[in-house]
């Protein structure tokens, strides 16, 4: 059996593949591990919690609406950082370039790393460069991991009977313009990406109330990240579909292209659990960040199993983990 792309687009398939890449007997450091599977490892050190993280960008094409593979491989990797209510501190980025890459480019890129970097308050502190022959990989790939420092762990499986779930703003953003651009629509540049470094907005979050599970809907969008808390908590999540924000522009690419708004990947949002006494406090102080405009209360969590969607006509229908993202080499 060969690795297909599947493998890669974070849903099923790609579960199936990580059963294989996680059998490490070694991989946790005593605190939080491989095997959680979280968007991050805690690793407790003289009394602290220092959260790590790393994520490859492979994203296609290199420059698209609202980013580019800087901006991606920076908020990736924060992003994985500020979900486990890590601070973050630095970073480091291996490069690895095709011969014949523009250096004009990797001017650019850069730059727009440190923009990143700068708004989330880290430093870029180590790295690596490699170049590979024409024609052995396409372009750049990057490679950035992390370090940060969580007051207070947040996982991803804390979802609990009672609590309220917010989303921080529109879905599929990121998804559809990577897309739509690719398909060279007329309004794919109406559709900008929503790659964005989440700290300045969950630390905002976490002084506003209690938080019970955190996670960013990156590859496999909003269904596939719902679907993993859902399951790691052990409880049943309902959505209602008419309170999800999705963008007019996001929603008819997607109907054109027959692709799931939910399924694709989003840069720069957030899925909170919360308890519903807190979820004013956590709602109005997202509203406050630019990045959280659009904050809304999509669903509820009780007890049982699977994420239900109350659809907009009265009828449920089951949100079910997508077997992969339908947008290959997004992130
Ligand atoms: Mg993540």
Redesign the pocket.
């Known amino acids: 059996m060969k690795v297909t792309m599947m493998h890669g687009a974070g849903g099923e398939v790609m579960g199936e593949l990580l059963q294989t890449l996680t059998k490490f007997r070694h991989n946790n450091a005593g605190g939080i591990g491989l095997e959680a599977m979280d ?1 991050g490892a805690v690793i407790p050190f003289q009394g602290n919690n220092l959260v790590f993280t790393t994520d490859s960008h492979v994203v296609r094409p290199i420059f698209f609406p609202g980013g580019d593979i800087g901006r991606i491989a920076v908020c990736g990797t924060i ?2 950082l500020a ?1 486990m209510g890590g601070k973050p501190i630095a970073l480091s980025c291996g490069m690895i370039i095709e011969e014949g890459f523009e250096i004009a480019d990797l001017v650019k890129i850069v730059a727009s790393m440190d923009d990143a970097l700068g708004e989330a308050g880290a430093n870029l502190v180590t790295g690596d460069t490699k170049v590979m022959e024409r024609g052995a990989i396409d372009g750049i790939v990057i490679n950035t991991a992390g370090i940060g420092i969580a007051k207070n762990v947040v996982r991803d499986n804390g979802l609990v009977p009672g609590d309220v779930i917010i989303v921080s703003g529109s879905l599929g953003d990121h998804g559809m313009a990577i897309m739509a651009h690719r398909e060279g629509f007329d309004l794919g540049e109406q559709i900008k990406s929503d790659v964005a470094p989440l700290w300045g907005m969950v630390e905002k979050a976490l002084d506003a109330g209690t938080i019970h599970a955190m ?2 809907p ?1 590859r496999g969008g909003f269904a596939s990240a719902i679907n993993e808390m859902a399951r790691k908590s052990g409880v049943c999540v309902r959505i209602q579909e008419e309170k999800l924000p999705v963008k007019k522009s996001v929603m008819s690419a997607a109907a054109m292209l027959g692709i799931d708004p939910l399924e694709v990947a989003n840069e720069g949002k957030v899925i909170m659990g919360v308890p519903p006494s807190h979820a004013d406090s956590i709602l109005s102080a997202l509203r406050k960040h630019m990045y959280g405009r659009d904050a809304s209360v999509v669903g509820t969590v009780t007890k049982g199993a699977h994420v239900i969607m109350e659809t907009a006509i009265g009828g449920e229908r089951y949100i079910e983990p997508p077997l992969g993202d339908p947008v290959p080499r997004v992130c």
Do not use: V
Request: glycine share 0%; net charge negative; charged share 55%.
């Open positions: 968007d992003n994985d979900m996670k960013d990156t």
